[in-house]
């Protein structure tokens, strides 16, 4: 027996992560800012998609029902004064230079244009929840006016089990559309998005679970509303911003991580008239979705020209086996990776207790599961093939879920 858990210690000491020397990365938004990046501090990119491809976007997780909207392109949307859906076929721009625009909050992904001006625990803005019938039902018109001079008219007709309704024409009512978006069906993602110009809801966001930051152009409130260029933090990531400091500290326990997801924000990088320049005291210890506490700080910034983010990144503490939020300690590893579509990979995993709650499950860049196996894990280091001869080549996720704690690597095959 003491040889197996001598062998277990090794092994999982081997696998888990490792405190790691310091290295610099650059993410490239493009000319412009033109792409968004969603990025994982242990495994890079793990997507890009247009920043101008979508105007809604609607929360697919939990019990709330964020809906964002795109102001970041320069569009603006308006909810219509005195207006209801009864009203939509008469709604009209009479008054919009007097209406008030509608904007994100820049520190929570909760509260999203459309939610904003909510008076009461049963008002989310976009409409009412009835305690009784559990629907939310919609009770404002909205506005886009988009930087082409064209518009469109909209309202959420509700949300019923899951289900979003989406409603919106032209102006003069022509080209009435009438859209259902079930929330289960992205349930991996924060949220799913649609565009009411090219009529298409659009899947553009990879799995909540494999990323931490988000390298974007959005609205801030500076004191008013103005678009910048910075990094917004998924849900459940932490940051602690440590201003007027050495570039060298790593006392990241020192202080407080936050939740509001602008916490590194914009404001790292200035503009002196002539160029960029970044302010050379102030590093950010990040908590990533694993657990993993990380320092960054920023070199570089290219401005428009590339959308160049430059930065160092240095992992100060590893959860790797140990996840403090369960009783149960575990790790995993992928063998061989980057691997062929002809032999295979190796899942190499063990626990420190007994438990018959694992499991495995291989997912595409886009959330959707292809493989999903239950084991049963224990101190001992045992292995799970996947057979890989009829998948793509390209990058998948590949999580190992214990009592409902989970770790996810990246998997690339070749």
């Not at 994100?104 to 909760?110: A, F």
């Not at 009784?132 to 509700?158: A, P």
């Not at 990241?252 to 404001?267: F, R």
């Amino acid at each position: 027996m003491k040889k197996i858990l001598r062998i277990t210690t090794a092994a999982l000491s081997i696998m888990s992560a490792t405190i790691q020397a310091q290295t610099t990365d650059t993410v490239t938004t493009g000319a412009g800012y033109a792409n968004e990046v969603w990025y994982s501090l242990q495994n890079d990119n793990q997507a890009i998609a247009p920043r101008n491809n979508w105007d809604l976007a609607f929360e697919t997780t939990g019990q709330t029902a964020s809906i964002l909207f795109n102001s970041a392109t320069g569009n603006t949307v308006y909810a219509v004064p005195g207006k209801t859906p009864a009203d939509f076929s008469t709604t009209d721009t009479s008054g919009i230079s007097t209406w008030s625009a509608l904007y994100n909050s820049d520190t929570t992904w909760t509260i999203g244009a459309l939610n904003k001006n909510a008076s009461n625990q049963y008002d989310l803005g976009w409409g009412t929840y009835n305690s009784v019938t559990h629907i939310v039902d919609g009770s404002k018109v909205f506005i886009i006016k988009y930087t082409g001079g064209i518009y469109k008219k909209f309202y959420i007709q509700s949300l019923n089990s899951g289900v979003y309704t989406l409603i919106f024409s032209d102006l003069d009512n022509s080209n009435q559309q009438t859209v259902t978006i079930t929330k289960s069906t992205y349930n991996t993602k924060n949220f799913v998005y649609y565009s009411l110009v090219n009529n298409q809801l659009i899947d553009r966001e990879p799995v909540s679970a494999s990323w931490d930051l988000l390298f974007t152009k959005y609205t801030a409130f500076i004191p008013s509303a103005y678009g910048v260029t910075g990094i917004l933090q998924n849900k459940g990531v932490t940051v602690a911003q440590a201003n007027n400091v050495s570039p060298s500290a790593v006392n990241w326990n020192t202080y407080t991580m936050e939740t509001a997801m602008n916490t590194i924000g914009y404001d790292w990088k200035y503009f002196t008239g002539s160029m960029y320049t970044f302010v050379t005291d102030t590093i950010y210890f990040v908590k990533d979705k694993p657990g993993n506490i990380y320092k960054i700080a920023f070199t570089g910034f290219g401005g428009s020209s590339n959308g160049n983010f430059i930065f160092t990144k240095e992992k100060l503490s590893s959860t790797g086996i140990k996840d403090n939020d369960s009783d149960v300690n575990f790790s995993f590893a992928l063998f061989p990776n980057p691997s062929s579509n002809i032999n295979g990979v190796d899942i190499l995993f063990a626990t420190d207790k007994f438990s018959k709650d694992g499991i495995i499950t291989l997912s595409d860049i886009n959330g959707r599961a292809i493989i999903t196996e239950n084991v049963i894990a224990g101190e001992q280091l045992q292995k799970f093939h996947i057979a890989t001869n009829n998948l793509n080549s390209g990058i998948y996720i590949v999580a190992f879920s214990v009592n409902g704690k989970t770790l996810h690597k990246k998997l690339i095959i070749e």
